[in-house]
């Protein structure tokens, strides 16, 4: 159990919706970080948050946001959803906001669009 | 060319295999070298973490770095069919505000 915790494991939604994914970092960590893993692309990186502050984005499609809290808890919120968004969706965490320390990944949300 | 390429197998061995992982790289920036384990329906989770060229070992874990060729190795002794996972690299540019770049990562199974 790495500490970081996602919600909701599964999310089944329709075309055209929108969605909240909710991550909760471990204990101390001010990091966050979201990616998306899919059969042909792997592991992609789209954004993080540092201590509340946007710190690096990646392939983050316009649909999509993000953001970060003060208790440190982030969401990434996907909208008008397509078929293509279906991925596992992975938030991870870490001490620092360099990005080269190690990082500690959530078991992650399941998300199918149909 | 992408920035990062890994072979995704399958790879099957059998049980007590040393096991060969390999990832290429095309940038010359990357500084810092990771080997992720992921089972199936799981998050990553970090194995070996190597700054620049050299070996670092940790238990049956070896990893090696070759900058020079651009090339970084994952090496397991005598596989356990608990080692049968997915095995991701990773590898980031330098400190301060650049992304983790993922391998598609390695599928393997050892056979008991």
């Known amino acids: 159990d790495s500490g970081v915790t996602q919600t909701p494991k599964h999310l089944i939604t329709a075309t055209g919706q929108r969605v909240t994914l909710r991550c909760s970092p471990r204990s101390g960590d001010l990091s966050v970080y979201w990616y998306q893993q899919s059969l042909d692309q792997g592991l992609q990186f789209l954004i993080q948050y540092y201590n509340g502050e946007e710190r690096a984005k990646g392939n983050i499609l316009e649909r999509f946001s993000a953001q970060q809290f003060p208790d440190l808890h982030s969401e990434l919120n996907l909208s008008s959803l397509e078929l293509g968004d279906s991925a596992l969706y992975f938030c991870?965490?870490?001490?620092?906001?360099?990005?080269?320390?190690?990082?500690?990944f959530g078991p992650g949300t399941r998300l199918t669009v149909l | 060319q992408k920035e990062v390429e890994q072979d995704p197998g399958p790879l099957s061995v059998p049980e007590g295999a040393i096991v060969s992982l390999n990832c290429t790289y095309s940038?010359?920036?990357?500084?810092?070298f990771m080997w992720y384990r992921q089972y199936s329906r799981k998050g990553p989770e970090l194995l070996m973490y190597?700054?620049?060229?050299g070996n670092k070992e940790d238990g049956r874990f070896t990893a090696q770095v070759d900058k020079s060729s651009k090339y970084i190795s994952l090496f397991i002794r005598d596989s356990q069919p608990s080692d049968s996972a997915t095995y991701l690299c990773?590898?980031?540019?330098?400190?301060?505000?650049?992304?983790?770049?993922f391998g598609k990562g390695t599928r393997l199974s050892v056979i008991a």
């Open positions: 991870a965490s870490s001490v620092d906001g360099t990005g080269s320390g190690e990082q500690f």
């Open positions: 940038n010359s920036a990357f500084q810092y």
């Open positions: 990773a590898m980031i540019r330098n400190s301060g505000n650049t992304p983790l770049v």
């Open positions: 190597t700054y620049s060229s």
